[in-house]
Structure formats: C-alpha cells, structure tokens
C-alpha cells in the first residue's frame, strides 16, 4: 500500500487505519483460537501479518490506534517489507531505499589485476562507520590485509585510524569535520585554535588564559569518552575576543570545549593536517577508481537489485556477483583486454567533438 492510495482527509485516514487495525486482530484470533488448525499458524504470512501488527499497532482499552514516532520499534527491528523480513529501509545522502547494503573492498595496484578481496552485506540501516574494522578483521583473518586501506569520510573515525595503525597499516581517508559551532559557521575561534596541556589536565585559549575544569565523560549520543573543558567567566567576561569565541557568559564558566582523548585526538588532529597538502591529495585521488568496481557491479551483475530473499541468501548472491567481476577481470588482464572508458552521454560526447 502506497501513500498515494490512502483515502483523503486526516480524519478518514485514521478511521481507515483503525479499521484495517482491527481485522488484522480479528484474523489473528480466528487462526490462533483453539478450534483452528495449528498449521495455520506455522504459515509465513501470518507469522509476518502477527510481526506487522504487533510492531504497527497498539490495542488497549481505548481500541486499536496506529503506532508513530516514538511508538514504533527500534529501526533496527522494524519490518519495511512483506516479502522479505530482513530488509530495512536506509537513508543516504537523502535517497531511501529498502532492502541492504553493500560494501567492496578491491585491490589497486597499478602492475596487477584489480580484484576485488571482500564483500560485506548488512541490512541497509547499518551505518559504514560500523563495518571498518570488520572488514578489516575479516581481511587479516585471510592474511589480506593492506598496508593501506583508502576509504571514503563514511567509513573513518578518530577511533578507526587509531586501531588501524594498530593492525600495522593507514587508513586513507578525509578526517570527520569539527562539530563544534564555531566551526560549522567558519566564524569565530574552533577546537583547533586552542592548545591542550596534557601533563597539567589544561588548555589554553587564543587569548591566553588556562582552563580552571577539566573532567571525562560519556558522549551524550554514542557513549564515546570524551573530554570537557572549560574557561572561567572572570576571564571570558572581559576578553576583548569574547565575541569571536563564545556567548556572553552567565554563570562561573565560560567557554566550554569538548574533545577525545589524547591518543585519539592527536590521530585526528594529523590527519585534518594532512588532508590540507597536496601529497596526500594526490596519493587519495586514486579512490576515484571505486567508482569502477560499483558501475561494473551495476551494469553486469545487476548488484543494485537482489534477487533472493532474506540477508543471508543476498549476501550469498553478492559474493557470487563479486567472484563473477574477479573471473571477468583476470580474463582481461590475460588477455591484454583494455579496460573501458569512462561512459559519456551523448550531449557530453558532442561537446567533447566540438
């Protein structure tokens, strides 16, 4: 059922809702009365109709109402579709979409064929952030792990580029931006323009004056532990540089900032550095060749629809898809088969002739 084949009117919605609401329950109970056969219950539809109804609908002494917002389970656990209980429906850079995801890793060495070493499929709510290190433990488990691995600003955190120095190689890839607001709105004095004392528990600020607070604590959304740090009034008060730093101060303290701890911080703060120079931009300009692997995926094995049902059927299909792009690429590398050109429209081609 579509938005766009709902009655019309707030209000007969909501009668309509309530009325589907109520025989979906009133099947419910026909097939799970004693009477009823007990296979019907064993049935996958009702068991997908009982899920549906549970996590979409509420019955109480007030009657059935539709669950929203809030009342409606974790995405995680949510059901989008009827034919497949596994997919989820995700959301990237605004387009939505309902089923799973995949991530490709390939090698890129320019004296050998580009094949592709793992394929990772999760339903589609999983963020990209979660599968860097199991992507990476996966590689090492099959002694395939790079010594640089060049991923996209989805797939990074400060705690990421720690680990993977860890596991004795570099994660290449743009730094997550300073949040602060400062940052944000280019105006003012950010994180970055304030010095950390390590050894005293301090910082300094671009006026001069040291940090009178300094305590650890779990990150409000994600539970990371972080840093918090803040100035006294007395001096953010009277700052000539006040307005470029913060609002005026009402209470004991002053300015705040907040970061990571030192080891995950200075990871970070190296990296924000490094992207700025040429070099490094330079050696992760050949993350644009991704868009290879993906263009090939979509137009040869049709890798944006899955034809099976449920993640671990898809997930077989995807690795299927990935060995058949491998075979495709060692058979051109053989044989001396060039690689394809960029794919032109025909309004760029004529201006390109032109």
Request: hydrophobic letters at 35%; proline letters at 6%; a positive charge.
């Amino acid at each position: 059922m579509d938005d766009y084949r709902f009655p019309k009117g707030e209000k007969v919605r909501v009668q309509w809702s309530q009325q589907v609401g109520r025989d979906g329950f009133f099947l419910l109970e026909a097939v799970y009365a004693s009477s009823a056969p007990a296979w019907l219950r064993e049935i996958d539809a009702v068991q997908v109709l009982r899920q549906s109804w549970v996590q979409q609908y509420h019955r109480g002494e007030r009657g059935v109402r539709w669950r929203e917002g809030k009342d409606l389970p974790p995405v995680h656990h949510r059901l989008c579709s009827p034919y497949d209980t596994d997919a989820r429906y995700g959301i990237k850079r605004g387009s939505g979409w309902t089923g799973y995801k995949t991530q490709l890793t390939e090698t890129c060495e320019p004296d050998a064929p580009h094949l592709i070493t793992q394929v990772s499929t999760t339903d589609a709510v999983v963020a990209d952030t979660e599968m860097t290190e199991p992507v990476h433990q996966r590689l090492a488990e099959r002694e395939l792990l790079p010594g640089v691995h060049v991923v996209d600003a989805g797939y990074t955190t400060a705690a990421l580029f720690v680990t993977a120095t860890e596991r004795g190689m570099e994660l290449l890839g743009p730094a997550p931006h300073d949040s602060s607001r400062q940052s944000r709105q280019d105006q003012g004095f950010s994180r970055a323009d304030f010095t950390i004392d390590w050894d005293t528990e301090s910082a300094v600020c671009p006026g001069g004056h040291r940090s009178f607070q300094w305590w650890e604590q779990k990150h409000h959304r994600n539970g990371t532990r972080v840093l918090k740090v803040f100035f006294s009034a007395e001096h953010c008060r009277p700052c000539p540089q006040q307005a470029q730093c913060t609002k005026p101060p009402s209470g004991r303290r002053g300015r705040g900032i907040t970061f990571l701890p030192r080891e995950r911080y200075e990871a970070l703060e190296a990296v924000r550095q490094a992207q700025d120079t040429d070099e490094w931009k330079a050696r992760y300009a050949i993350r644009a060749g991704v868009e290879g692997p993906i263009s090939q995926a979509v137009r040869v094995t049709g890798l944006r629809r899955t034809r099976y049902r449920n993640l671990p059927t898809t997930r077989l299909g995807h690795v299927f898809a990935a060995t058949a792009l491998n075979i495709i690429r060692i058979d051109r590398w053989l044989t001396g088969t060039p690689l394809g050109g960029t794919r032109a429209s025909r309004l760029e081609a004529r201006i390109l002739a032109a």
